[in-house]
């Protein structure tokens, strides 16, 4: 039983996406498409049907863990980065604005770190693509240069 709790909390995140993702007006096929999952298990979900609710607490409490805390735990309940990452960026909490100063070096540790793939190198700079971004602040911490801010965008 204890090892079938990250497949239940797995699918907890799932329940949450998938309904953030209707929220944002996408219909259940394409709801399937981005979560990877087939569109009758989507129906289900949005029909509140063979799910646990209590698994879906635990999941509404990771989503509301610190940002790097709360990418750590869908890394390892998801267990696959290209999924992991596509519920981070649908069920993160906040917005973020990167901001990368002059004295960047270009030396690339950011874009390797960065698990969200949010950063590249152009012309020898960092370049954080926001929209991806979920406020780890890995990058900020790692940068030889303290080249790198992350600030959480308030909402007014
Ligand atoms: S780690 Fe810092 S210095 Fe290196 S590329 Fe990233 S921002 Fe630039
Ligand atoms: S804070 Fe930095 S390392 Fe974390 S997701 Fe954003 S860009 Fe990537």
Redesign the pocket.
Known sequence: MVNKMPKHIASGLKYLAAVKLKEQGHNQQKIAEELDIDRSTVSHYLNGRNLSWNSIDVAKTITDLYPKDFLTMVQAIIQDPEKSRKIVIICKKYEYDAF??D?????????D?CFMKS?T?VSL??QINSIHCCGCQT?EN???????KILEIEDD
């Open positions: 990368v100063d004295s960047c070096i270009g030396c690339g540790l950011c874009v770190l950063i190198l700079k960092a990058c790692e940068c030889p240069t303290n080249s790198i």
